[in-house]
């Protein structure tokens, strides 16, 4: 009975409206009158949605029958964007929706639009985990995401009279995505004492006593592959009060409001996802965070591990635990104390199991980012955990000792424990000593950690324990949704979509270089991406930009490394230049449009400036007349991975201009050349493998190197330096009250010109402005320009994290994929 009533969901045309009008009408108790796109929106992706949850539902039996090692990718950061193009396209059912809707009244554009984004992230590591999880599914291996089901993403951003302002992204209200697993609960304790205990046969064991619970539930949001039968699990967990006697003692005791505010205090651990980008605060609640959902996190893996009923000794044989960054390493910590305190192993035994189980991704060489945490916040949050850190501190130094005798200050460089005052917890050393293996996210960036801020751990562990994965991004969210016409035409010369699973089928189209029909259909679509894109800004700014103009484009969080700094005193260096101009030579110019995007830190002071010049810029140029088409500066407000998809397409140009060093690896870089964009750069990061495929004549390289970095910051220490003279004219310009209120950039200018100029925008500056020159000479002669853009696409098949995915399931997972006979 049961087979003959199970679900299938919808294959053709009428059966998708059947499905709609039946999820519209009943799911949502709506009729047909009042359906709205809101609601057309809603009863699509509830359609879909029944699609999704067959296949998840037998992917989830079919892992746990074959009952071989799976992957689990804990991460603090999973920025989603939204779910119902990528589930039309995984599913394969879009042009039946597309049809069906019609018919209904419907355009399916609108329809998508009205999807609010899950944006559960920051920035590019957040991005990076969904775009793993993407390629993770596409591929079939057996693999689950954990995270934190935030109520408020990233916030909103606004710019009220060119000021960043935040709005709180209450983004829960209807959300056909999730899954509220009420069964699926974890107890989670907090605070309390470690109780030390001495059993009758002599040994010590030490139990966690006392403090507080609170309550992770599940829930569970589907992971369809692109064209596979796959659909993984992301789990993502929320708090709520635990339903323990304690609380129902306080309610009989009249003491309503004590037990609403228990309630209200342990849903705060969920509430909010912290807006900070490469930047470390040791608040108690961020810790609270990560612990509550790497012991969920834990317990549900530890949990399934054991019904299979195997040996501890087999657990890295069954799980594989990959730390997106230092966020989660405490699990490491809850892992061995599972092992040891409840399962009774011996230390030894515990921690080889720990080792092999765990893998740790580092995203950054920039000092304050790096992850402490407070040895008495520690003590009082989570004081077994403590206790066992010093454990796995004093073994692994003894290890050192044993290793390198009488070096002692090697022993207090590599100690977890960071002798200041307070003590403090070093995050990065815990989850390289608890890791089999450490990776960095491009080859430059795995150079630099080996040679700088893990150098000791390379002398003591040896080379091999650290490795590189470069990054990657997803194809069928960054190629074929965000770009469909491009994706099209390639298809029509590759003969299919093949590319899409393989991105490096791409270098067939490097043939069609000299079709001239080809190269006019390639630059057509990106006119009429720069037409959608222009739009987008009239609608939102209210300025008119020319779609014939050279767009410019740099959206990325706001932060002083990436230097959107460089880019806008560019701009008005620019802006300087056409002023002094006569009209005659003013018409030989290429007129440019130069787009920023992207949030601040609510806290990072610098950034907000940053934000605020490039809006007062943009008011004083865009009203000079001038100027008109020659130069227009345009701010798109809260940047997101929805705005990226219209923006990403629509640009010529992209700058990832980072000062050498300090760009882990980017991956937006990525995005925009295989969308056919060129891009500005430094030696930084993927550019550098950027380069490598595509060569150096298809990409504006410029800049100090990173070997030289550290020279010249020395000598601006020492010795101070002299102000690049165009970059002193602009600081001139905008002292003198060009751009509003000069007080406002005060401390901005200070920074270059009193502080040491840390970033280097001086010493890059020339550069910077010479190479764009090249550029605009290079616009100018559009036939080159267009097979440069063809010649970059059709080498960027390195760059899929479906090569990532594969990689790391190699040489750090040990895992093989589950394919469907
Ligand atoms: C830390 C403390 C408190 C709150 C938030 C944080 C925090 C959040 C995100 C710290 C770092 C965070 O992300 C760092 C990051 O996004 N790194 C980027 O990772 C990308 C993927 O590997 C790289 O492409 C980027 O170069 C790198 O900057």
Not at 227 to 233: G, I, R, V, Y
Not at 354 to 374: D, I, Q, R
Not at 511 to 537: G, V
């Amino acid at each position: 009975v049961w087979k003959k009533y199970s679900a299938t969901g919808f294959e053709n045309k009428d059966e998708f409206e059947r499905e709609f009008v039946r999820h519209v009408e009943t799911t949502l108790a709506r009729s047909l009158y009042n359906c709205d796109d809101l609601a057309a929106y809603s009863g699509t992706a509830l359609a879909f949605r029944d699609r999704l949850i067959i296949e998840w539902n037998k992917t989830q039996q079919r892992q746990t029958m074959v009952d071989q090692k799976r992957v689990y990718y804990l991460s603090l950061e999973f920025l989603m964007g939204r779910a119902l193009d990528n589930a039309m396209l995984n599913v394969g059912k879009k042009e039946t929706a597309k049809e069906g809707l019609e018919e209904l009244g419907f355009r399916i554009e609108d329809v998508i639009n009205q999807e609010h984004d899950a944006a559960l992230g920051n920035g590019g590591l957040g991005r990076l985990a969904a775009c793993f999880l993407d390629s993770m599914a596409t591929l079939n291996y057996p693999a689950w995401g954990y995270g934190l089901r935030y109520r408020y993403g990233i916030f909103k951003q606004e710019i009220i009279d060119g000021y960043q302002v935040e709005i709180p992204d209450y983004w829960l209200d209807f959300n056909p995505w999730e899954f509220p697993r009420h069964d699926i609960t974890v107890d989670i304790q907090f605070y309390g004492q470690s109780v030390r205990q001495e059993n009758e046969d002599g040994s010590i064991t030490y139990n966690w006593h006392g403090g507080e619970i609170v309550q992770a539930v599940a829930y569970d949001v589907p992971i369809p592959g692109y064209s596979t039968e796959t659909t993984n699990n992301l789990r993502l967990w929320s708090s709520k009060a635990s339903s323990g006697e304690f609380d129902f003692q306080k309610f009989n005791a009249g003491e309503y409001e004590l037990a609403v505010s228990d309630q209200q205090r342990a849903e705060t651990i969920s509430a909010v996802l912290y807006p900070n980008d490469n930047l470390e605060r040791g608040k108690e609640l961020r810790l609270k965070q990560q612990y509550f959902w790497c012991a969920a996190s834990l317990y549900d893996i530890v949990r399934r591990f054991k019904k299979t009923k195997r040996a501890w000794s087999e657990f890295p044989d069954q799980v594989a635990i990959q730390l997106n960054d230092t966020h989660p390493t405490l699990a490491i910590v809850e892992l061995q104390r599972i092992l040891v305190d409840l399962e009774g192993l011996e230390w030894d035994e515990a921690w080889k199991i720990v080792v092999e189980t765990f893998g740790y991704t580092n995203h950054t060489v920039l000092p304050e980012a790096l992850e402490k945490w407070s040895v008495p916040l520690m003590q009082h949050l989570l004081p077994r955990h403590l206790q066992i850190i010093y454990d796995i501190n004093l073994f692994f130094l003894q290890q050192v000792e044993r290793k390198f005798p009488n070096e002692r200050e090697l022993l207090a460089r590599v100690s977890i424990i960071e002798e200041s005052q307070p003590k403090m917890v070093r995050m990065a050393y815990l989850a390289i000593i608890g890791s089999h293996k450490v990776n960095g996210v491009a080859e430059l960036h795995s150079d630099l950690i080996k040679s700088t801020i893990f150098k000791d751990f390379v002398k003591i562990y040896g080379p091999d324990k650290f490795t590189n994965v470069t990054n990657g991004i997803t194809p069928r969210r960054w190629l074929h949704q965000a770009n469909p016409r491009l994706s099209k035409l390639i298809a029509s010369k590759l003969g299919s979509y093949d590319f899409l699973t393989d991105l490096t089928l791409l270098d067939g189209i490097e043939r069609y270089i000299d079709d001239k029909e080809f190269r006019t259909e390639w630059a057509d679509i990106k006119t009429e991406n720069k037409k959608r894109l222009a739009k987008h800004i009239k609608d939102t700014t209210g300025y008119t930009i020319n779609p014939t103009s050279l767009f410019d484009v740099q959206v990325k969080r706001i932060h002083e490394y990436k230097r959107q700094q460089l880019n806008i005193f560019g701009v008005i260096h620019r802006y300087l230049k056409i002023k002094s101009m006569t009209p005659e030579e003013r018409k030989k110019l290429v007129p440019r449009v130069s787009i920023f995007g992207g949030k601040a830190a609510p806290g990072y002071w610098m950034a907000k400036t940053i934000i605020h010049l490039i809006n007062k810029v943009g008011q004083v140029v865009n009203n000079d007349t001038d100027v008109g088409d020659l130069l227009k500066v345009i701010f798109i407000e809260d940047y997101n991975v929805s705005k990226a998809e219209i923006i990403v397409p629509a640009s010529d140009i992209s700058e990832h201009i980072s000062t050498a060093g300090t760009e882990a690896s980017g991956t937006s870089n990525m995005k925009f050349v295989l969308n056919g964009g060129l891009i500005i750069g430094t030696c930084d990061g993927a550019n550098i493998e950027i380069t490598r495929e595509i060569t150096e004549s298809n990409i504006f390289l410029f800049g100090n190197l990173a070997e030289d970095v550290e020279t010249l910051r020395e000598t601006h220490r020492y010795k101070g330096f002299t102000l690049d003279e165009d970059l002193a004219k602009v600081f001139e310009s905008i002292r003198s009250g060009t751009f509003g209120d000069p007080k406002a950039f005060e401390s901005l200018i200070a920074s270059i010109t009193d502080h040491g100029d840390y970033y280097l925008v001086s010493d890059d500056f020339k550069s910077y402005i010479q190479t764009q020159a090249l550029v605009d000479e290079d616009f100018l002669k559009q036939d080159e320009w267009i097979a440069k853009s063809i010649t970059s696409v059709a080498r960027m098949g390195f760059f899929s994290t479906d090569r990532v995915i594969n990689e790391y399931a190699e040489s750090i997972w040990n895992v093989e994929p589950l394919v469907v006979e």
